[in-house]
């Protein structure tokens, strides 16, 4: 099968690209607006609809891994503006671009839900709380990939996951943990509640084989396989 990555110079979508090279003998394409060596990648900005329409004209993708966007909370302080465009807006210009009703995993985000606890766990049904523009985004995502999952152009689902670490990670809940134990600095500040919040992670090598299973043997799609969650029970907790 053809399949495209978005995001693909990414953490999570060079892991991914990696496990299909590895496990599988599809056909796969990455795209993102960076440069990227691998032979198959093409540089588009999602929110550029033109050149949107080309790659997708060139891959004809029969599942699509949307993983690209802003990946972290921080620039929501910087540059809402920014984190809403690149989350939705290109989003929208993927999915509407799409022909001949491919499979579409998005990669969506545990934050949709707001705060964890041990008094307050998180289930795939649980209510979203969503407390960050980026979550926000997420959230809006979803409602795209079900408005045109329910119209019949795709098949789609939205998998929420926990942040992600692993080989190669460049920033991320663990990383700027490290990072930050290891500075000078001899102050730590967590986005998050009071003591008793959980910050949940697990490894992207996992996450990159639940991505292409869900995308190859999920059947019989309904309302609730529209959303699927993922994860483990490693997790961070606020002391």
Not at 105 to 128: D, L
Request: aromatic residues 8%; positive net charge; contains cysteine.
């Amino acid at each position: 099968m053809r399949i495209l990555i978005t995001g693909g110079s990414g953490f999570f979508g060079k892991s991914l690209l990696s496990y299909l090279l590895r496990n599988t003998k599809e056909d796969v394409f990455t795209l993102s607006r960076s440069p990227n060596e691998y032979y198959q990648h093409l540089q588009c900005d999602l929110t550029d609809v033109k050149r949107t329409k080309e790659v997708l004209d060139i891959v004809k993708p029969e599942i699509v891994f949307h993983l690209s966007g802003i990946p972290h909370v921080k620039p929501n302080e910087e540059n809402p503006s920014k984190t809403l465009i690149d989350n939705i807006s290109s989003t929208h210009n993927l999915i509407h671009n799409l022909k001949n009703k491919p499979r579409v995993v998005f990669s969506s985000s545990v934050t949709v839900f707001g705060f964890f606890s041990k008094r307050n766990p998180c289930w795939w049904n649980s209510e979203t709380q969503p407390i960050s523009l980026y979550a926000t985004s997420k959230l809006a995502c979803e409602n795209i990939i079900r408005v045109y999952h329910t119209e019949g152009k795709i098949n789609g689902t939205s998998v929420r996951i926990p942040a992600l670490t692993g080989v190669g990670a460049t920033h991320g809940l663990i990383k700027d943990l490290i990072t930050k134990l290891e500075s000078s600095d001899k102050t730590l500040n967590l986005f998050g509640a009071k003591p008793g919040s959980i910050k949940p992670f697990m490894m992207v090598d996992d996450c990159s084989e639940i991505f292409y299973k869900i995308a190859t043997e999920q059947k019989g799609y309904d309302e609730v396989g529209l959303t699927s969650i993922v994860g483990t029970k490693d997790s961070l907790a606020v002391l």
